[in-house]
């Protein structure tokens, strides 16, 4: 069964403190994996983009890695800021199939001050 | 460049009514979609577009109706809005006409449904 499991479901951390967000996958065949950051009554933007052949990718403070062996991803926030508070949602895709992504539930991060 | 422009924000229904979510893109994206967010549940597919005149199904797509006339409208519709039916509903776009996330979606800022 294609899955995209997120872990934790929720973070609270205090700012200038950095976190990892975990992402694990049974999508296959695997496409590329998407890190999106929504903000509370927003929708959700595009931070990064994993391939298969990609091991590490940085947007700034966000570095997300990917290990397509062991079907993980994760995102590491360096620096965190009050403004980083936000779900962040993985998404993967399925390689074969028309229209067909795979969306986590998200991780809600807190960032207090 | 507006991007991905949904209306309305919001909107409070009764029961049996009908309503039409409205999307419109204006970076010609072939791909189109609409999904529903509900708490502590993951964004759920509910129809998709991948060019003028063809739509089809997602993963929860009973009760609600697209068309795709243009390649830059995608209307939802809802037949005869249900208390099930509540939820924050998000209008994407793609470059991607396979909608494949080669593409990178580009999300409206969500229209927030209430049906009592």
């Not at chain 1, 994993?50 to 360096?78: C, P, W």
């Not at chain 2, 060019?51 to 009973?62: F, L, R």
Request: hydrophobic share 30%; with cysteine; net charge neutral.
């Amino acid at each position: 069964k294609n899955q995209v499991e997120q872990s934790p479901q929720s973070l609270i951390i205090l700012e200038g403190k950095n976190c990892t967000l975990q992402c694990n996958y049974t999508v296959s065949p695997f496409s590329n994996l998407r890190w999106y950051k929504q903000d509370t009554g927003r929708g959700p933007v595009s931070l990064t983009i994993m391939t298969f052949s990609e091991n590490t990718k940085s947007n700034g403070r966000y570095t997300a890695t990917l290990d397509a062996d062991t079907k993980q991803s994760s995102l590491h926030i360096t620096a965190s800021q009050l403004s980083d508070s936000a779900s962040y949602i993985c998404v993967v895709t399925r390689g074969s199939t028309l229209g067909r992504l795979y969306f986590g539930r998200g991780t809600q991060l807190t960032v207090w001050p | 460049n507006a991007g991905v422009t949904q209306t309305p924000k919001f909107q409070v229904l009764k029961t049996g009514q009908s309503m039409t979510l409205q999307c419109a893109q204006d970076m010609n994206h072939e791909y189109m979609s609409w999904y529903r967010q509900d708490p502590g549940m993951g964004l759920r597919l509910i129809h998709y577009s991948v060019g003028a005149g063809i739509t089809d199904q997602g993963e929860v797509p009973n009760g609600y109706n697209v068309s795709r006339s243009t390649t830059e409208d995608f209307p939802l519709r809802l037949l005869s809005a249900a208390p099930s039916q509540t939820s924050v509903y998000f209008c994407a776009s793609s470059y991607s006409g396979s909608g494949q996330g080669d593409g990178e979606l580009f999300f409206g800022e969500g229209s927030r449904l209430t049906v009592l």
